[in-house]
């Protein structure tokens, strides 16, 4: 009886066992199941995000879009990037010549100062011009998309990505043939370049390695026209400077990644082919300017009754510059495109000797920033309030002062913008642009300014 009784306690007792690992194991099966829906659900709404964000944009005229765009893009594979249809057909409208044997050129920051002027001088002519910008905000971006909306205006379309994104760049060599990519994106200011070094090594060492390496397996190969500096003459007292002249004392780092720059062309050129040809410019100025740079600050600072620092050298000498204005620049570089002899090589492989130049083009007259802020004075009507400062030791050289014959024999470049006029121009612009109502003085609207800018 007892051992009955047992068998049945056992027999119950492994039921409620059983029903008890019934519904645990149930109660799993309904927890995990909640828990796999909702690691499906986030990846697929994480999914969305990143395709939203990196959807490019047909005319992105939003700052704060393109903001989260850069971030992610840096995060993301370039998979994503760009693409579509109607990106493709831009990409190839804005690249296609209007004219015969026009060029088809690939501009590199093309937003900026010189790349804006210089995509919208080769369009009107009937040149094709895609450009590529990444929009960083080194100074006020808004000023980029000014320009942005200037040229698309002129049915200029910017790419916005990076020079550093290798996929990008072969993805538009694959839908172009460029025949030219004048190459202006870089980290320029001098004195900048002590508090952040790195994107100096970033875009004018490793972005401009990139693109070397994308044009050298483009079929055909682009010949390549580029923004080397002044500043590479660095200590040099040789006047005027002279290409031949030495480049091995740079006073910054700024200087140091274009003299960088054009070893690197050196390389390119001798290994694969490519033609290269190195514009060394001299403190470029005029209407949509670079905010950094000092005439535009100090007319800034001026209209609104800021004090300024006007540096002399260690021994109260003036500081000078050759200032060019940026129209002359402009013919330069055409100069330079309409000269540059094809690449040599394809595919990657040399065929035979190409092209390799440096030029400089400066505006042949230096002139002192003290003067420079007495003209401003006379075209703001206002007296700047100096502080006359030695020249902090952060990279600045005393002076600058270019000769230009090798520019004009090669393809005639003779600037004709003398410092006044030019700031004028650039005045006019930057009271215009920032709708500065002043006491400006009459003489800005001179019968005999015809500036378009
Ligand atoms: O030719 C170049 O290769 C370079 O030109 C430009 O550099 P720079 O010639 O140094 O121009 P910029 O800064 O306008 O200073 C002008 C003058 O004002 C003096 N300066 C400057 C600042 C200040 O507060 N006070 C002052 O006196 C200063 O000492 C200098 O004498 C580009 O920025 C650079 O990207 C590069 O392209």
Redesign the pocket.
């Known amino acids: 009886m007892a051992s009955s009784l047992d068998t049945s306690k056992v027999m119950k007792l492994e039921r409620y066992n059983s029903y008890i690992r019934r519904v645990n194991s149930s109660k799993l099966i309904a927890a995990s199941s909640k828990l796999l829906f909702r690691v499906t659900l986030l990846v697929a709404l994480l999914l969305i995000f990143f395709f939203t964000i990196n959807y490019h944009p047909l005319s992105s005229e939003n700052t704060s879009h393109h903001h989260i765009h850069t971030t992610t893009h840096n995060l993301l594979s370039s998979a994503f990037y760009g693409g579509g249809a109607a990106w493709e057909k831009q990409v190839r409208h804005s690249s296609t010549p209007r004219r015969a044997n026009g060029l088809s050129v690939l501009v590199t920051g093309a937003a900026g100062f010189v790349g804006s002027h210089c995509s919208m001088a080769l369009k009107k002519r009937g040149d094709g011009v895609l450009g590529i910008d990444n929009f960083n905000s080194y100074y006020d971006p808004s000023l980029k998309r000014g320009r942005q909306k200037l040229l698309a205006q002129h049915e200029i379309f910017i790419v916005e990505g990076d020079i550093n994104d290798a996929e990008l760049l072969s993805k538009l060599f694959d839908i172009v043939p460029f025949t030219h990519v004048l190459h202006l994106a870089a980290q ?4 900048y370049a002590m508090k952040n070094p790195q994107s100096y090594i970033k875009s004018n060492i490793a972005g401009f390695v990139n693109l070397l390496e994308t044009a050298k397996l483009a079929n055909p190969q682009p010949a390549i026209v580029w923004a080397s ?3 590479v003459y660095g200590l040099n007292t040789n006047v005027p400077f002279s290409e031949n002249h030495r480049t091995d004392q740079p006073a910054s780092l ?1 200087a140091a990644t274009k003299k960088a720059g054009e070893e690197i062309a050196h390389t390119y050129n001798h290994i694969y082919g490519l033609s290269l040809t190195a514009l060394r ?4 100025y005029g209407p949509w300017g ?1 905010p ?4 535009f600050f100090f007319t800034k600072d001026m209209t609104q009754g800021k004090p ?4 002399v050298t260690q021994d109260n000498k003036e ?3 050759d200032f060019t204005y940026i129209d002359d620049v402009v013919k330069g570089c055409l100069g330079a495109l309409d000269t540059a002899e094809k690449s040599t090589g394809s595919g990657g492989k040399k065929k035979g000797p190409a092209q390799l130049r440096v030029y400089n083009l400066g505006n042949t007259s230096p002139v002192s ?1 003290k003067k420079l802020v007495t003209i401003l004075e006379s075209l703001l009507n206002v007296k700047a309030k100096k502080n006359v400062i030695k ?1 902090p030791r952060n990279g ?1 050289v005393p002076f ?1 002062h270019a000769n230009v014959s090798l520019a004009y024999r090669d393809f005639g470049y003779k600037p004709t913008t003398d410092l006044s006029s030019g700031l004028r121009k650039f005045v006019k612009w930057y009271l215009s642009y920032y709708g500065i109502q002043s006491k400006v003085n009459k003489e800005l609207n001179s019968p005999n300014d015809h500036s378009e800018d």
């Open positions: 320029a200011g001098v004195r500096s002044s500043s700024y410019f001299f403190t470029v670079r950094d740079m000092a005439y300024i620092n006007v540096y500081v000078a510059r920033v020249m600045d600058t």
